[in-house]
């Protein structure tokens, strides 16, 4: 009887608008076109195993229904929050089973990430003599998620954000389908597309809140807003968005892109990022691609650190905006963080050569007998406060670590170590 009642049953809008033919898909004609890597597979007649990888409402679950259809595959689909080993293990015999009928099975494992290492390696043996072909979907980073062997024997396909155009595409199918204009002036329905961030099925599913709307005047913006709720940006503080957003805002920060940056603060503030990772980011930033090209940009990092922890949020995330737009317009130098790694590098290579015996203090009388300080010339008695005496130890090449940019304070650094370096040849010439 169930069954009977089912047809009769409301189905949301995303569903009835669900494509039937891949063409119909929208946004994803990277992939799917004649010139797409799975068109072509299509055209060919050569299905292979794949990892559709992208975010929510991008038409993953669809283009793998539509794909069993086209190739005349048996389509199994599971979740992987919902199903565990004995489900993949009924499917797996039906497979077989299909497969002695002289017919293939394609298997679709939504949030295929959710499987553990061995569960994922309980494909392998199946994908591998052809069983099954595996379609995978995730919105989580395949490499940090997927066994090595599984993304081996399958292709990563990157499904893209749906742009506005094909979000207009879905809006003007489901008015085609309903039979009915959205009541909504025309920036409201450019802010609703806005609110959908992407996501194809969030906005059908916020139309289809709209379309129950009572007949009445065309809803402008504040209107639209009343009605639906504003989607949380898409972002996981521990997974892809997360590392995403740190590299944009600090490639930014090193482009010098003062606006740019602040929009990627304000996305990772939007989509809950701790204000204190970001600062502690920040300091980092300050001596990595600053450092002393503008010794005050270690200062105000450390400062915006100091404001947000007296103040919380929302007041102290200004402080930590002040910083972004601080170290985006400050001049830019790598040269402290190369030159400390030049050392380290120095360090290990050299292991452990001593000091130079006329650096080193004779607190006792063995000491000073092997010669401890001997020789030694201290700086502050000489006329311009520079000996040019050797620090390196004896039997090492002078190393160059640090070479300042000609940028910011840097550019004065220069000159004092071109002016040190040429007394120290003529000072250690002398004493030659």
Same mark, same amino acid.
């Given at each position: 009887m169930?069954?009977?009642?089912?047809?009769?049953?409301?189905?949301?809008?995303?569903?009835?608008?669900?494509?039937?033919?891949?063409?119909?898909?929208?946004?994803?004609?990277?992939?799917?076109?004649?010139?797409?890597?799975?068109?072509r597979m299509l055209s060919g007649s050569r299905l292979a195993s794949m990892i559709l990888w992208g975010p929510p409402g991008t038409g993953k679950t669809t283009i793998a229904r539509l794909l069993a259809d086209t190739s005349d595959l048996e389509f199994e689909p599971l979740s992987a929050v919902f199903s565990g080993v004995a489900d993949l293990r009924k499917v797996f015999e039906r497979a077989k089973q299909?497969?002695?009928?002289?017919?293939?099975?394609?298997?679709?494992?939504?949030?295929?990430?959710?499987?553990?290492?061995?569960?994922q390696d309980g494909f392998l043996p199946y994908v591998e003599n052809g069983t099954v072909i595996l379609v995978?979907?995730?919105?989580?980073?395949?490499?940090?998620?997927?066994?090595?062997?599984?993304?081996?024997r399958s292709q990563v396909f990157v499904l893209k954000r749906l742009?506005?155009?094909?979000?207009? *595409? &879905?809006?003007?199918?489901?008015?085609?389908?309903?039979?009915?204009?959205? $009541?909504?002036?025309?920036? #409201?329905?450019? %802010?609703?597309?806005?609110m959908a961030d992407g996501d194809g099925r969030y906005l059908?599913?916020?139309?289809?809140?709209?379309?129950?709307?009572?007949?009445?005047?065309?809803?402008?913006?504040?209107?639209?807003?009343?009605?639906?709720?504003?989607?949380?940006?898409?972002?996981?503080?521990?997974?892809?968005g997360h590392y995403n957003l740190i590299s944009a805002l600090h490639k930014s920060l090193r482009g010098s892109d003062a606006d740019a940056a602040l929009y990627w603060l304000a996305r990772m503030l939007a989509?809950?990022?701790?204000?204190?990772?970001?600062?502690?980011?920040?300091?980092?930033?300050?001596?990595?691609?600053?450092?002393?090209?503008?010794p005050q940009a270690l200062v105000q990092a450390l400062a915006?650190?100091?404001?947000?922890?007296?103040?919380?949020?929302?007041?102290? *995330? &200004?402080?930590?905006?002040?910083?972004?737009?601080?170290?985006?317009?400050? $001049?830019?130098?790598?040269? #402290?963080?190369? %030159?400390f790694k030049g050392a380290q590098r120095a360090a290990r290579e050299t292991g452990s050569l001593a000091p130079p015996a006329h650096i080193l203090n004779a607190p006792t009388g063995l000491m000073r007998d092997l010669g401890y300080g001997k020789g030694y010339e201290y700086d502050h008695d000489t006329s311009d406060g520079f000996s040019g005496q050797n620090y390196i130890p004896e039997g090492m090449a002078r190393p160059n670590f640090y070479d300042p940019a000609e940028r910011g304070f840097e550019r004065d650094i220069r000159k004092r170590l071109e002016y040190w370096a040429r007394l120290r040849r003529e000072r250690q010439g002398e004493s030659g």
């Open positions: 169930s069954g009977l009642f089912e047809s009769q049953a409301p189905r949301p809008l995303a569903d009835r608008l669900r494509p039937a033919v891949l063409n119909d898909v929208v946004g994803q004609d990277h992939l799917i076109g004649p010139e797409g890597p799975i068109g299909t497969r002695q009928a002289g017919r293939g099975t394609l298997l679709f494992i939504d949030e295929i990430h959710r499987f553990n290492r061995a569960q995978g979907a995730t919105t989580e980073n395949p490499s940090f998620e997927l066994n090595a062997a599984l993304l081996s742009d506005d155009n094909a979000l207009e *595409e &879905l809006l003007s199918r489901a008015e085609a389908q309903t039979g009915r204009r959205l $009541p909504l002036k025309a920036e #409201a329905r450019v %802010a609703l597309i806005a059908l599913n916020l139309a289809e809140e709209v379309f129950a709307l009572t007949p009445g005047d065309d809803l402008d913006t504040a209107g639209l807003t009343q009605v639906v709720q504003r989607r949380a940006p898409l972002y996981d503080k521990a997974q892809e989509g809950g990022e701790a204000p204190i990772y970001i600062a502690r980011r920040l300091v980092r930033f300050a001596s990595e691609d600053i450092g002393l090209a503008d915006a650190w100091d404001a947000y922890d007296r103040l919380g949020s929302p007041e102290g *995330e &200004l402080a930590v905006a002040q910083a972004v737009l601080y170290l985006a317009t400050a $001049p830019k130098s790598n040269a #402290a963080y190369s %030159a």
